[in-house]
């Protein structure tokens, strides 16, 4: 579909189930004005053999491998199902009483609410007219809740400063994001001498003693340097909140460090302090580490099943399938399809949300309508069903890339794990590029090269990122040019992306060892600083390394593509499948047996879950995640409403 002449601001939403994506989502119209007249998006599916299924949607017929309960088949049948939504501007008028004009307005009203949380409540204070009474409804409930965050925390503002002696006292009030970049430029070996001031400080809170701490580990393995890592952590979480910035990030990394030291009391003391973090950026590998180092068994499910159920996109909830001895392909695959559903049964005030939602992204407003999204999932998560979750979030497809789709619906699976299906699987796993990296990567895998693609770009050939990396493969111009011997190179052409990005990734592996998360840790942060990284969190626990990983951006990265990487095997591949277990995972080259190896495993456990009724596996864990609803709901971060990083976890 494209631009029509008709003056109704249109979009169709098309999601056909079961013959899912190769290609990914497909946009028409996508660089249309916010304020043209016709819009059209499509969801849209390719068939196996690649052709394109979009002019005229039909399944395939596909057979997800049923599996047998006491009540016989379970799960998804061989079946074919395409939904299709097609709503325009005066529909959504006429469904909220309005006329198209007075729609239009204010849905501008409500965009800027949704961005500062004022706008809405001057003009609903200051009108007395029937007309905005809906509108004027829906702000003044996401007032009076007040789940939006308007103005976002940024400690790291304000201009660098010199640490120095006679500013501690001071300095230990400073933004802990600010402390970090100042201290980016002391000398680890000045900062160790002056531990002993640092220490004889007593105002709180204490940034700077949180922040000498991450700066002491460049002087890692040195012995000597822990016992000053001690103090300060000590000194630190005296007076350290579990709302403060830093009280996460500092239990955190004390319990991975003391873990590389054998220090198990003192890990899951420091662990268990970190769980109960309020404003919290690393909940999914808190979780894995609560569990991991847990005694107590009771202590160790509640965790980890926290940790699936909340984040069952993260690579540490495939960690914890793994311990648990269960394959989670097997359980996401047996739910059935969902279809899409724009309707809100028997809950009135959710409905009427619903179509504001629709009217932001008719008129373009992307971002207020993925807020006023976030707000309506999260305070009707009771009254919508799935196919309700589903529709809302599709809709983020209208506007803008791949990318922002992809990051979209990574997170609406996350904060709503029940539409976690081979459907969504699918729609979050595409392979826009198949031909294209199959041909260009004979010595790195086409699976990773979709795996790095999907999270340095999106699958957008026009990115470009703030390093001035660019394309596909997110490549540096300077980098291009030592890998093909020229000048300039076109990096937004996909071919020549694709090429020289194969390229690179190949050498990179080669030059670790065959180590592909050293080689993508090298491929985000620079090759130079991973053999520090091995001499100074040298573990033979390859997690524990990765999540040592000084960079946040580098740590998420390596462990989110080997998410992806993880999922396209399962999804595409004969050893996701294991329909060849007994090959020699050594033998693939370029590829990481990191991830082949959990692949292998989930696969040898999934034989044990068939026979099994659907939840069976889970029967005891969602108790226990009832009773934790009721009992840590204290402990429940806060998600932020606008855009994260792009596909996180």
Not at 211 to 230: C, G, N, T, Y
Not at 231 to 253: F, N, S, V
């Amino acid at each position: 579909m494209g631009r029509k002449s008709q003056g109704a601001l249109i979009f169709c939403v098309y999601i056909q189930l079961f013959a899912c994506s190769n290609r990914g989502v497909r946009f028409a119209g996508e660089n249309a004005n916010d304020n043209s007249e016709t819009l059209a998006a499509e969801v849209i599916t390719v068939a196996e053999d690649g052709v394109s299924e979009s002019e005229s949607p039909v399944s395939k017929d596909i057979d997800p491998a049923p599996l047998k309960g006491e009540e016989g088949e379970l799960g998804p049948t061989k079946k074919s199902v395409v939904t299709s939504i097609t709503i325009s501007l005066e529909q959504v008028a006429k469904e909220l009483g309005l006329s198209r004009d007075a729609l239009i307005e204010q849905t501008g009203i409500l965009a800027s609410f949704m961005r500062h949380g004022v706008v809405a409540q001057n003009f609903c204070n200051d009108e007395n007219d029937p007309r905005i009474e809906k509108l004027c409804s829906l702000t003044d409930t996401i007032h009076d809740e007040n789940p939006l965050q308007w103005v976002s925390k940024d400690t790291s503002k304000g201009r660098k400063v010199l640490i120095r002696p006679k500013n501690f006292s001071s300095q230990q009030k400073m933004g802990y994001g600010r402390l970090m970049r100042s201290i980016s430029r002391e000398p680890a070996s000045r900062i160790l001498q002056y531990v002993p001031k640092i220490l004889s400080t007593t105002t709180c809170p204490r940034n700077l003693s949180a922040v000498a701490i991450r700066k002491l580990e460049s002087l890692m393995p040195d012995q000597s340097v822990r016992p000053s890592i001690e103090k300060l952590y000590e000194h630190t979480t005296h007076c350290l909140k579990p709302e403060d910035e830093a009280y996460e990030i500092t239990h955190l990394r004390q319990a991975l460090l003391r873990t590389m030291w054998k220090n198990e009391k003192g890990a899951l003391d420091a662990i268990r302090k970190a769980v109960i973090a309020k404003d919290s950026s690393e909940r999914s590998r808190v979780l894995y580490w609560a569990g991991r180092l847990e005694a107590d068994l009771n202590q160790k499910a509640k965790h980890w099943d926290r940790l699936i159920e909340q984040y069952p996109l993260s690579f540490h909830a495939l960690e914890v399938w793994r311990e648990k001895q269960a394959d989670p392909f097997e359980y996401y695959t047996r739910r059935p399809a969902l279809g899409l559903e724009r309707i809100v049964v028997n809950k009135d005030d959710a409905d009427e949300a619903l179509r504001w939602i629709e009217a932001l992204y008719l008129r373009g407003h992307v971002e207020a309508a993925q807020r006023l999204t976030r707000w309506v999932i999260r305070v009707f998560k009771n009254d919508l069903s799935n196919e309700n979750v589903l529709y809302v979030s599709s809709l983020r497809s209208i506007r803008g890339t791949q990318l922002n789709y992809l990051t979209y619906l990574t997170r609406q699976v996350n904060e709503n794990g029940d539409i976690l299906n081979f459907q969504t699987l699918k729609m979050l796993f595409p392979r826009p590029y198949l031909e294209l990296f199959e041909r260009v990567g004979a010595q790195t895998d086409a699976h990773l090269l979709h795996s790095v693609a999907r999270q340095e770009s999106g699958f957008d050939p026009t990115a470009r990122s703030h390093a001035n990396a660019r394309g596909l493969l997110q490549i540096l111009p300077s980098t291009a040019r030592i890998l093909s011997g020229k000048k300039t190179n076109d990096l937004y052409d996909t071919e020549v992306n694709a090429q020289l990005g194969s390229k690179f990734m190949a050498q990179l592996i080669d030059k670790f060892g065959g180590s592909v998360e050293l080689a993508l840790a090298g491929y985000n942060s620079g090759p130079g600083n991973v053999p520090t990284w091995k001499v100074r969190y040298a573990s033979d626990d390859r997690l524990l390394f990765i999540d040592l990983i000084p960079f946040k951006e580098t740590r998420n990265y390596v462990s989110n593509i080997f998410r992806n990487n993880y999922w396209y095997e399962r999804l595409y591949s004969d050893e996701g499948n294991a329909q060849n277990k007994g090959r020699s995972i050594a033998s693939v080259k370029q590829k990481s047996d990191y991830v082949l190896q959990m692949v292998e495993d989930h696969v040898t456990f999934r034989d044990q879950m068939r026979g099994k009724a659907v939840d069976e596996f889970f029967q005891q864990s969602t108790a226990a995640n009832e009773v934790l609803r009721g009992e840590d709901a204290s402990e429940e971060e806060a998600h932020p409403v606008g855009e994260e990083g792009a596909l996180s976890e």
